[in-house]
Structure formats: C-alpha cells, structure tokens
C-alpha cells in the first residue's frame, strides 16, 4: 500500500519534504480523494474572503469619499494630527522601557533556573504564567486600587512622591510596569524555548573555567546564544505595547490606541487609516521576526528556529513550541 | 537537559581560582538570579492582585473610616445587570470558542491534508499574524466594512436585512477573526500527529472514513480541541478593547461593566463592585487555565 501511494497521488510531483500524511489512506478509492480536495478548496476560499475582505474594505473605507471620489486625505493627515506624534512617541518610549525591564528581569531569572536548584524553575514558571490568569481589566482594577492608596494613606509620607513619579504623564512608569506584568508571559516562553537549545551549565562552566566573570560568561556567552529569541520576545512585547489600550485608557493616560480611539469620532477615516497603518507595521515586524527565526542566519539555528515558532507561533509548526507558543497570543488581545 | 549537570566536577581551574568554597557557595548566589523578577511579581503582580482581593471582600465606611470585611460586593457582583453582564461575556466568549474550533479544525484540515508546502506556510504564517491582531485596529477595520456605513454595509445593503455590527451577533463576527487563526495554530501540531498510518490500518481493516474519524481520530485529537477551545474561552473572555472601542454599553460584557464602575460612570461606590466582578473574571480565567494546563500536558505527547 505505501509504495502504492506516491504512483496515484502524485502525478504534479509533489516535492519530497512536504507533508502529505492523510492521502494515503484515501489511496484506495480515487473518487474518494478527489471530494475532499473540491471541500479543501472550499474551506480555504471562504476562509481567504472572511479574513482578506476586512483588510480590503478597510482601505477602501479611507480612500474612497462618498461623493469626492478618490483622496489619500486620511493618510496624509495623519502625520499633522492633532497628538499623533506625542502618542506616538509616548508608546514606542513605553515600549523601549518595558522591553528592557522585561529582559532585564527575565534573562537572569532563566539563566539561574538552568543553573539552580529544579524548584526555583517551577517557581519562576508559575510567576511568569500566573498574568495568563488575571485579564488585563483586573489587573488593572487592582492597580487602581493601590494607586488610589497613595493620596488616601500616604499624603503626608516622603511615599507619596513615588505615587506621583510613577504616575507621571509625560512618562507613566505604571504602564511599563503594568505591561512588563502582561508581557511576562510571552517573553518567558520566547526565552524558555531558545534557553532549550543552549546548554547553559555547560556553558557557563566551561566560560568560568576559562577565568570569565559572571557578568561576562551572561554577557558574552549566554547573550549571543539567544538573540533570536531575545529579539523574538522584544518584537512580541513592542506588537503588545503598541495596540495596549485596556489599562492605558482605564489609569487615564493616553498613548496610541487610546489616541486612536478619541479620534475616531471626529475623523473616522483617519482612525481606520492608522489602524490599518498600524496593524500592517506589527504584522511586518512579526513577519521580519519569523523570518529571523527560522533563517540562517540565526547563530544557533535550533534556538532560531524555536524561538521564531515561539514568537510568531506560525512557522516551525511540526516542533511542540507552537502549540506551547500558541497561547502566548493571548493576553495581547485584551 | 539530559546533559549531567557539570558543576558536581568543578575543573581544575575553577579549584585553584577560588578553593572549595566555590561549591558550597554556589546554589545561594545562583537564586539570586531569579530575585529582581520574584521581587518585580510580587510588587507589580501580587500587590494589585492583593489589593484586589482586599477590595472586593471589605466595606471602608467613609464617615467613620472603619474598615469591615463583607462579602456585599461579591454577591452584588453576580446579581442584577452585573449578573446579566457575566452571563452574556460567558455565552459570547463559548459561542465564539466553538464556532472557532469548529472553523479552525477545518482551515487546518485542508491545510494539513494539502500537498503544497507553499500553502501550509502560508496559512501557518498568517495565523501567526492574525492570532495577534486583536484590540483596537481590529474593531475599526470591521467599523469600516461591517459597520453602519461600512463599504460591505452599503455593498450589500445589509441594513436592510436587519445587520448590526454593535451587536452579540456583531462581535461574534469579530471575535472570530482572532479567534480561528488561534485555533489553526493550536490544532495544526495535533493534526500532524495524527499519523496517515492508523487511517490507512483503519481503512484498510473495513473501517469507513466516518468510523475512523469516530473511534481513532477524535479520541486522539480530543484533548488538543478542548484545550484549544478553553484557550480560546479565555482569550474572548478576557477581551476588552475590541468591544469598548466599538459596542460602548449596548451588549452587556463584564469587561466593559469593570471599565464602567472603575471609571466612575456609574454611581458612586461601586469600585468595590469593580473588584469583585474581576475577582469572578478571575475565578472564570483561573478555572479555564486549571483544565487548559492539564490537557495541553495531555496532548503533548501526539506530538512527537
């Protein structure tokens, strides 16, 4: 029956990598194969109208003016908007911010766990998925809260500097915060799986022994061993920064989706024209990500190619990554 | 990591550069790797979370300035509009979850079943993609095609057929955006493990493809769907910007009634009742991952 299966299946030369695993068993029955591939096509047809049609209307929408015709008004407005550039800017400094804490915080952390004992791994693993838990609404309900502490206990306490500084609204440190805590869980599983590849204690051992010091075997060593998966987790948490807007807008600030949404009234075309600009950034910074991951010219090509399913959780589909990778999209929803 | 941990040998260098003490102290200094992020949780992470258990269980009298533990907010937070609002977030987060398991085993079918490469890395890139277009961007790109004067609107005169896009059914279409490619995501692995051999051992045994599917396939795929779908419960449920950016108060979500009370929209005092409907949404979030976790366990192992 196997040698059977590639003379009637494949007469388009099928190439020899791909996967072909359920044909065979239609093998026997010709009519048989032939219905599911008019029931493929199908599926796949209305899969691409559902998915391409919001996109394409989208640019319809802010390109064509009931009455006017053609115009690129609403995209050549944008850069003289009213605080785009400021909620712009905001963002991406929120993002530069909360990108670093969150390495900062997790490369150690990964690094001790391979080294140290085995219960500080499942420990560091819990604190990083415990954000999966609480949505980002509750969080930020809880945030408020203890914000709300600050003028109610601590007025008259040298505290009640830190509660404004943290709150300020040129730089509100709360939200790098706030997002470092929503980001934890995808930058852990981004530098968890390209950590799997590397063997740190012998790394790390064989770096000591060669009189390098701890700063220098993390820096030199272990570094370079994950850039893959260090840029992974970096693109994952600017793509969660950039369209956060649940606790942004609830502790009142205003970086760019909270911008977006308060022009929406008054220039609905040039919403849906930022939106669309935007969404195609993230999805090319996500694109470019996947590419780095699994090209070679990753240093280490199997962190590359685990970090990249990590990360984009679509290419090296066959490795268990993506489905662990898989649920990493979540909290970024909000 | 199958390599032998190395450190049980320390090389001569190590030895002369800094004695025996090296081993002994080792294990202390390593944990201290992983204290700024333990430190970084429990400040950022666990004094919310805290603060919000505290909230939702005590009454602050404001005249008096007493304090008094109560659980008023938590049963005020599954009655009445608040009820309403868990409800309705609960039957839209399982709507969308099935529809999407549903579309998702499909899209991933044909593309596992496919022979081109090409296509399987095309569709598996752009569910990558679009697993992570949610929020914002999201909610005006189908305002502009779905919404009342949306180019699909004014297409297909759907007004006139009765659509609204500020609507349950309104969002389950939107939901459904992020919502399969997720899926595709999840069950792709699962379908690949599903080895053509015990098809082929099925078929050939006088199994019919309905048979096959019933008593091999499924029970196989079983644990990877259910987790999926508990994953993509709690991914709807979770999600807030798509629906304030669009539905404002008109479908009655936990999200935008948390938003609400803790914007002060409504009457005075209800942020306790804030807290206690997050803590539910917790209570939801935290049942969803405590049966997602297992069976993600579970289905693990068709992978490889």
Known sequence: MAALTPVSLSPDSTPPDSPSPVSPGAVPVTARRRRPR?????????AGLYFLTPLISSFVFTVHVPGQGLTFAAYSGILSADGFTESLFLSLSLAAATIALALLLVVPALVAVRLGPPRLRAVVEIVCMLPLVVPPIALVTGIATVL????????????????LAVQNESFPVVLVLAHTVLALPFVHRSLDAGLRAVDVPTLVEAARNCG??????????????????????????????????????LLGFRPFAVWIVSVSGAEARMS???????LLITWALLLVLSRAGSGPSAGAPAAGAASGAAASGAVASKTATTASAAPAPVPGKE | ????????????????????????????????????????????????????????FTRTDPVAGTTEFTGEHLSRSLQGPYLTSLTGSVQLSALTAALATVLGVLIAQAVVTSRRGALRGAVLTASGVLANFGGIPLAFAFVATLGISGVVTELGHLDALGWNLYSFTGLTVIYLYFLVPLMVLVVVPALDGLRPQW?????????????FWRHVGLPVLAPSLLGGFVLLFGSAFAAHATAAALVGGSVPLVTLKIADALSGNVLVGQENVAL???????????????????LQRRSSRWLR
């Open chain 1, 38 to 46: 008019y029931w493929r096509g199908a599926v796949l047809t209305v």
């Open chain 1, 148 to 163: 709300r502490w600050g003028p109610d206990h601590f007025s008259r306490t040298p505290l009640y500097q830190t509660f």
């Open chain 1, 212 to 249: 390098a010091g701890r700063l220098y075997v993390i820096l030199r060593v272990i570094l370079p061993n994950l850039r893959s998966s260090l840029a992974g987790a970096s693109f994952l948490t600017l793509a969660l920064v950039l369209g956060e807007y649940t606790v942004a807008s």
């Open chain 1, 272 to 278: 849906v024209a930022v939106s669309l600009l935007s």
């Open chain 2, 1 to 56: 990591m199958t390599v032998p941990h190395p450190s049980a040998a320390p090389g001569p260098g190590a030895a002369a550069e800094q004695g025996g003490g090296r081993a002994r102290r080792r294990p202390s200094r390593v944990w201290l790797g992983a204290l700024p992020l333990l430190v970084f949780a429990g400040l950022c992470f666990g004094l919310p979370a805290g603060a919000l258990l505290y909230g939702a």
């Open chain 2, 199 to 211: 098809r082929e051992a099925a078929l050939s045994t006088g199994a019919s493809t309905g048979q």
């Open chain 2, 276 to 294: 206690a409907l997050s803590l539910d949404m917790i209570v939801i979030a935290g049942l969803v991952m405590a049966v997602y976790l297992p």
